[in-house]
């Protein structure tokens, strides 16, 4: 049996995760003198420790020696040779060790496939102890290693995928395959037998689908506990057989199970039991359990009952059975060392790139879109796949823009935020450029609170946090206090342990590394002094310091992901979890001092990524301002939108009529979308706002409020200050959402707005954006048709057919008409020819629910793959190019403008 979690802890209050596994035996030579037992104990604890931070993200190994040494010692070879199975790689790669006073350190590194360069197709994406999954190969039964269990469940899902497209269920023909051959003859006779004689000879050999035992001299019940979970796993994950248990399986003797030992019932009742207990993963909705029969065989000896023979006939099953839990193990501060269910390490083993996977079919790869910025196949467990629209920039550009490093030189960044902290505290500036005068070459990256760009608790009494990544040192967090609380280093290690958890588990960091910290106190009396506190008790090796550029850049780009990283819209449609990363456009105003910027109005162009940026905001006041998400009001103008963001959890969601009608004063937070489409109809929502964020004068509440006057489609009084008051202000001019064709089709759109807007727009609000800049690299299409309604009906249903046929589906498309009467006098007319030309890969969704039918309007601040545009008039000119501005910028990938 494998130790308990509860055999090893965590240690608190620590820069990185290190396990306490207690006092362990060193040296080749005191392990051999200790008992076998013992010996195996600590083994298989130490194991599992190195597993669980294997998968974690990385970490310490703390060991108290049992037995004293004033020089250096070994491990210990059996100590070694379990960690280098566990990574079938070379000890160094992942393990270093340091021994110091009564304690020894095994310094792990988190897991990635990088080891095996060689076969990137069947890398595990966890390690493991022990599969606990069985084959059965000729005569015996196969415990399957971690590659071999990876490529196994890669080839079920496979089996499976195959099988629902083909037939649209689970192979269950296969769940019956029948071996035609003697010997299956044989064994299906002796199944079905109703009495055997003691001491027969069976007419046939154990083979690939037959398997002997013969029980031992514990109890009947017992001895089939014991067996079953191993054989029913091999002949279930294999092609199915029989287990007979009390047969000599060299003399192919019957023996059965003596009558006084267990009888009929009880052994009917152990098998079921047994084989219940099963974990079973499957690939599909199926759920079923393993199937079998089972027939206890009366022995006789000279006319005499004798005893039992218990047969089990085993089908092959469709999915994955376990004998147990796999041995697999992660850790965190909160759980401590646990164990990961069957189902979890099944997930985990075949997580992989969303692109590399049948979730999406080839022509509807994400490699069409986006481009991958953080691979599973060569990156830590914990991660999750990296995605950014084709066109922007990457992680690298990012980085380089962001977090600059020059060969000889320290860069201090953001510089407008450092001459800003220098002339706010005196002594500051001095105060860090002493600590940094070793420094030959690296950045130091200056930030009102680490903390909260990690999504921590603020600490108010901190000044400012610099973290400096260097050449030759292991990345440290300064922090900067004026005066001692009690509780500074509680922040300072909070801070650095997370910031090291996510530049690995997030970012996926694939070196080795830690985070040190250091506490400063600026003495307002003083600023050539500071006290500095905090030392590791825990001498790290070198390599945990950043070698060169190289390396400072790789762990800056990781850092680019922690801080940039967002999850996208995208893992609802996938069905996993992908990121998306920020412009650094969007990341300058996301990273504002919220403190001072309580109100701000972000103007963005069509696509620019404002409702995102509405969403991140809203996180990042529940960590500023520690409050509950139904504490923050999030108000647009339609009902998708509200139901759209009221799915994130982020805040409470409502529409600006629902705004209007009732009293929010619970709230103090509000952030408001596509603003420029506000009314004035049921009261001044503005002043309602900022009457509700300013109630308290001292500490007055955020107000963030986003809008596009491009995109303005009613020609009433929108409620905004007049343009000259909105400030301070923000512009976004990065279209981030359209295709190339969409993208140019908007720009000139655009200007024939700025030629003819509205009469309700603020004159120069529109030549708030020069040129906007169009991000290049996505294929789409865009076709203006002009056809009668019959036509336009047929030509949405065919296209329609042909979208779903190349893999697209309801979720994808929207048809948009230019109002809500519209939609619903025509609706009923597409569907019923949609209808008509349904396909399988739609059978599946009921009466076409997740198909959008909509008006332009409505759909405000929403995105579609496909957008078809159902005659955009409206009655008035003077917003008609708004409105197909704001139709055209629905769509992303595929846009249909048809014309009656």
């Known amino acids: 049996m494998w130790p308990k979690s509860t055999s090893l802890s965590v240690k608190p209050f620590s820069t990185d995760l290190i396990i306490d596994a207690g006092k362990v035996t060193l040296g080749e030579g005191n392990r051999k003198k200790m008992n076998s037992s013992q010996r195996e104990q600590e083994r298989k604890k130490l194991a599992q420790a190195a597993c669980a931070l294997l998968n974690s993200g990385g970490g310490v190994i703390e060991m108290e020696m049992a037995n004293r040494f004033d020089h250096p010692v070994e491990l210990g070879l059996d100590l070694e040779r379990s960690l280098r199975e566990l990574i079938q790689s070379d000890f160094q790669t992942f393990f270093e060790t340091n021994q110091k006073g009564g304690h020894f350190y095994i310094f792990v590194k988190s897991w990635n496939c990088g080891p095996f360069p060689e076969d990137r197709s069947t890398k595990p994406r966890i390690c493991s102890l022990s599969s606990s999954l069985f084959q059965r190969y000729g005569t015996s039964v196969h415990l399957l290693e971690s590659r071999d269990a990876f490529d196994f469940l890669k080839t ?64 009947c019940q017992e001895y089939v506990k014991d067996i079953i979970p191993k054989y029913i796993s091999a002949f279930a994950n294999s092609c199915g057989g029989y287990l007979f248990i009390g047969v000599e399986d060299n003399s192919k003797k019957v023996m059965g199970c003596p ?29 079923a359990r393993v199937s079998y029969k089972t027939n206890v065989i009366d022995v006789f000896r000279e006319g005499e009952l004798h005893g039992y023979l218990c047969a089990i006939k085993v089908e092959p099953f469709c999915c994955a059975v376990f004998s147990k839990a796999p041995n697999s193990w992660m850790v965190d501060e909160k759980k401590g060392v646990y164990s990961l269910t069957s189902r979890e390490w099944a997930d985990m083993m075949t997580d992989a790139d969303p692109g590399a996977t049948s979730n999406l079919p080839p022509n509807r790869s994400l490699s069409d879109t986006f481009e991958c910025q953080l691979s599973l196949y060569d990156s830590p467990p914990r991660c999750r796949p990296v995605y950014s629209r084709k066109g922007l920039e990457h992680k690298a550009d990012l980085q380089q ?69 260097a050449q030759n040192s292991p990345p440290t967090l300064f922090t900067v206090l004026g005066e001692q609380d009690g509780r500074d280093q509680y922040y300072c290690t909070r801070t650095a342990f997370t910031l090291k958890q996510k530049l690995v588990n997030m970012g996926g960091y694939p070196g080795k590394i830690r985070v040190t910290t250091r506490i400063l106190y600026l003495s307002p009396k003083s600023s050539a002094q500071a006290q500095q506190t905090s030392r590791c008790p825990i001498d790290y090796p070198s390599s945990y310091n950043l070698a060169d550029t190289q390396q400072m850049e790789a762990l800056l780009q990781a850092l680019v992901i922690v801080l940039l990283g967002f999850r996208s819209f995208l893992s609802d449609e996938l069905g996993c979890e992908i990121l998306n990363l920020l412009t650094a456009q969007q990341y300058e105003i996301f990273s504002k001092n919220l403190h001072k910027t309580k109100e701000l109005f972000v103007h963005g162009l069509p696509g620019s990524g404002k409702t995102i940026m509405a969403m991140k905001i809203m996180e990042k006041i529940r960590t500023m301002f520690p409050c509950e998400a139904h504490r923050i009001l999030y ?93 301070p202000r923000e512009i976004l001019t990065k279209v981030v959402r359209n295709a190339d064709k969409i993208a140019s089709y908007l720009q000139n759109v655009m200007q024939e707005v700025r030629k003819n807007p509205p009469p309700n727009i603020f004159p120069g609000s529109l030549e708030l954006f020069h040129e906007p800049e169009q991000v290049q690299g996505v294929s789409g299409i865009l076709e203006i048709m002009y056809l009668n309604l019959e036509k336009m009906v047929f030509f949405v249903a065919k296209k329609c057919q042909l979208l779903w046929r190349s893999g697209y589906s309801s979720r994808d498309i929207a048809v948009l008409f230019s109002t809500t009467d519209e939609m619903y006098r025509y609706k009923d007319k597409f569907l019923r020819e949609m209808k008509k030309r349904k396909v399988s890969q739609v059978n599946n969704e009921s009466s076409f629910t997740n198909l959008m039918f909509d008006s332009v309007r409505r759909f405000s601040g929403l995105e579609r793959n496909i957008v078809f545009g159902i005659n955009p008039q409206t009655a008035d000119p003077a917003i008609s190019h708004n409105l197909l501005l704001c139709l055209a910028s629905r769509a992303k990938k595929h846009l249909y403008i048809l014309y009656l």
């Open 401 to 469: 823009h962001l977090f600059p490093v020059s060969q000889g030189c320290l860069i201090y960044t953001p510089k407008p935020l450092w001459e800003e902290l220098s002339s706010q505290h005196e002594g500051l500036r001095d105060l860090l450029e002493e600590q940094m005068r070793p420094c030959s070459c690296g950045v130091l990256i200056l930030s009102r609170s680490w903390a909260v760009d990690l999504d921590l608790e603020e600490k108010q009494e901190v000044i400012c946090d610099a973290l400096l990544i």
């Open 635 to 727: 108000i647009c103008e339609n009902q998708p939108l509200r139901d759209l963001i009221s799915s994130q959890n982020v805040c409470h969601a409502v529409t600006r009529k629902t705004f209007m009608m009732r009293n929010f004063e619970e709230f103090k937070h509000i952030v408001i979308d596509e603003a420029q489409n506000f009314r004035t109809e049921n009261g001044d929502w503005y002043q309602k706002a900022k009457a509700i964020t300013q109630r308290e004068k001292n500490d007055p509440g955020i107000l963030w409020i986003f809008l596009d006057y491009f995109q303005t489609n009613h020609l009433d009084d929108s409620g905004l200050p007049p343009y000259s008051c909105q400030y």
């Open 259 to 287: 009558k006084d030992n267990g009888d009929r019932n009880s052994l009917e009742k152990v098998i079921a039991e047994a084989i219940s207990k099963l974990p079973i993963v499957h690939f599909s909705s199926s759920e």
């Open 156 to 219: 079920k899902i496979r089996n499976i995928k195959c099988s629902l497209i083909n037939e649209g269920a689970p192979p269950a023909k296969m769940l019956r395959a029948v071996h035609q051959n003697s010997s299956e003859s044989h064994a299906f006779q002796l199944f079905n037998s109703e009495k055997l004689e003691y001491g027969a000879v069976l007419p046939f050999p154990e083979s690939d689908f037959i398997e002997f035992k013969q029980f031992s001299t514990k109890s």
